[in-house]
Nanobody
Framework: QVQLVESGGGLVQAGGSLKLSCAAS????????MGWFRQAPGKEREFVAA???????????YYADSVKGRFTISRDNAKNTVYLQMNSLKPEDTAVYYC???????????????????WGQGTQVTVSS
């Protein structure tokens, strides 16, 4: 049984930083894509960042325009874990953050929720002004 477990959420002031982690168990995603999405109250779940295998030891990172330059996604395949370093946080970053994973690599439709086969339970990030 595949499980994705997020951690690292919390309350932070605007301008602060948080690092989210997502540990996968049950199968490896080293040749697939792992991503982060978020959902604010009353809004649809939206893409934040993804990191996708592109052959050999190459991975590409993709970001939503709203977080580019502030967030960094990374992965540790030995730990089957993906991270999201969030800097310069803004109140509009407040949301539940979800980790997602798929065996599809190559950046295949990484922004689309339907691409991902597995989801975590979410972790709350609250940024106060």
């Amino acid at each position: 049984q595949v499980q994705l477990v997020e951690s690292g959420g919390g309350l932070v002031q605007a301008g602060g930083s948080l690092k989210l982690s997502c540990a996968a168990s049950g199968r490896t995603f080293s040749t697939g894509t792992m991503g982060w999405f978020r959902q604010a109250p009353g809004k649809e779940r939206e893409f934040v960042a993804a990191i996708s295998w592109s052959g050999g030891n190459t991975y590409y990172a993709y970001y939503a325009d709203s977080v580019k330059g502030r967030f960094t996604i990374s992965r540790d395949n030995a730990k089957n874990t993906v991270y999201l370093q969030m800097n310069s946080l803004k109140p509009e970053d407040t949301a539940v953050y979800y980790c997602a994973a798929t065996l599809k690599g190559g950046g295949y439709m990484y922004r689309d929720l339907k691409t991902y086969d597995y989801w975590g339970q979410g972790t709350q990030v609250t940024v106060s002004s």
